[in-house]
């Protein structure tokens, strides 16, 4: 279920008649021919204190011109209408004499000519910046790419491109709207407050863009993914600052990847399967030693995506036992030394069988297949290599396929008790195992226990059901 939308702290109530972006354009077609009636009461004021001074009634031809450029050609007409009343009965008026044959002197000839040309070449200039503006928007109409562009108070300014398409939602219901009322484009509180967390970092100046991946919900259990790139422009000492955001639709990516990921996963599992059917020991002992791992790789330090990581591609450490003949891996008392020779080829087999991948999973599985059974002191094999020259996850494997094959039975031995393989294990620490990671396997042995306990239940309920 859809989460209660994300709402910044501090924000007012936001029931307004306008949005702040339909209420500035209005005020600028207002405002315009208002600041040329205050220009003119300024220069009549001017007039009046300092009669002498010269006429200044033609400054008024600059407000036009600002009016017709900032608020278009309605308002750059309406101005040069009013300037050309003014110059025509009040500059006029105010001279007695005229140095022409007409009733009006030359400076409100001039007013009343100047003025509807500055006005309209204002507004025709203001015209040609709005149709480029509207180009523009067409373009962005065509991107694949969602184009949000947001006041300081995160209030959307801009809804355009791709963006309805990708979130559902029209520009007339985005524009004017705080972009975290708006339902669907943030799938849940958190990610609203990490996409907050950037806004706030932008707004500070601490950093000109950033960049994150979002995941959002839709009508009828409908879930697509977008990845936004954000970024700001400071205005110093101007109310705040503004956003832009480029929303990619990546859904159909993350769809695609979690397929192959899911295909990947599978044909791993089905190796995993084939494993099964040639040692019968191999099931539950591989998914215990990706538990274990997992367990011993956390206690190491591992992050979270690395422990998975760990814990997926330990299950194939000997995938490798595919390769090896059934009298010698199924062979119920000791191997041969030359048995023995070739049970150890399974390293390299394993290896060969996962290596050549670009895959990650498969790379760490690699490494381990080759690894696993290599000792500290360089007495392992298959390269005889020792310390800290084994890769980590290797010597991670090696404490939990040491411990797992003392505690289960096999075709040449029964399991030992618990106690008798800790100790085996401390007793192994700093020849066979890693002396760092013996201690570390002590601190989590309760986690240990739990995993075995957990996967006997299993067995034991298993076993019961194949006897009924």
């Known amino acids: 279920m859809h989460s209660e939308p994300f709402k910044p702290a501090a924000q007012g109530p936001r029931d307004r008649f306008l949005s702040k972006g339909r209420g500035r354009a209005l005020w600028r077609k207002v405002l315009a021919p208002v600041t040329v009636i205050v220009g003119i009461a300024a220069v009549e004021s001017i007039t009046a204190y300092f009669p002498e001074m010269p006429e200044l009634a033609p400054i008024i031809l600059v407000w036009v011109a600002i009016a017709g450029f900032v608020a278009g050609l309605e308002s750059g007409a309406l101005s040069s209408l009013i300037a050309v009343t003014y110059a025509l009965f009040i500059v006029s008026g105010r001279h007695a004499d005229h140095a022409t044959a007409l009733s009006i002197c030359a400076q409100a000839i001039f007013i009343a000519g100047a003025a509807p040309v500055l006005g309209i070449m204002a507004g025709s200039m203001r015209g040609r910046v709005n149709m480029t503006a509207e180009t523009l928007h067409r373009h962005l109409a065509n991107t694949p790419l969602g184009v949000i ?125 084939a494993a099964e059917y040639r040692d019968d020991a191999t099931g539950v002992h591989v998914v215990r030693m990706s538990r274990y791992c997992e367990a011993l790789g956390r206690a190491a330090g591992m992050n979270n995506e690395e422990c998975d990581l760990l814990r997926r591609a330990s299950p194939m450490h000997d995938i490798g036992k595919i390769g090896i003949p059934d009298q010698i891996l199924q062979k119920p008392g000791k191997l041969t030394p030359e048995e023995r020779d070739i049970m150890k080829a399974h390293t390299l087999i394993g290896a060969e069988l996962l290596g050549g991948s670009d895959h990650a999973l498969l790379q760490l599985a690699e490494k381990i297949a080759m690894t696993h059974h290599e000792k500290w002191d360089g007495t392992g094999y298959p390269q005889g290599i020792k310390g800290e020259d084994i890769p980590l996850v290797g010597r991670i494997c090696a404490v939990c396929d040491v411990f797992d094959a003392l505690t289960s039975v096999r075709p040449y031995k029964s399991a030992w008790l618990f106690v008798e393989a800790v100790s085996e294990i401390e007793a192994l620490s700093g020849t066979h195992l890693d002396p760092h990671l013996v201690p570390l396997f002590k601190e989590i042995l309760p986690e240990f226990a739990a995993i075995r306990e957990e996967y006997e239940a299993e067995s034991n309920t298993s076993l019961n059901k194949e006897a009924a």
């Open 149 to 273: 562009e947001l006041y300081d108070d995160f209030e959307v300014r801009v809804w355009a491109g791709a963006a309805e398409a990708i979130f559902g939602i029209s520009g007339k219901a985005a524009v004017g709207k705080n972009l975290f009322e708006l339902e669907g484009v943030f799938y849940s509180e958190d990610d609203g407050k990490e996409a907050k967390k950037i806004l706030e970092v932008l707004q500070r100046g601490a950093s000109s863009h950033a960049v994150h991946e979002s995941r959002n919900e839709g009508e009828h259990g409908w879930t697509g993914h977008s990845r936004w790139f954000w970024s700001s422009t400071l205005r110093e000492g101007w109310r705040g600052s503004r956003f832009l955001v480029l929303v990619e639709d990546i859904t159909e990516r993350v769809r695609i990847q979690e397929e192959l990921e899911h295909s990947k996963s599978e044909i791993i599992d089905r190796l995993l399967r």
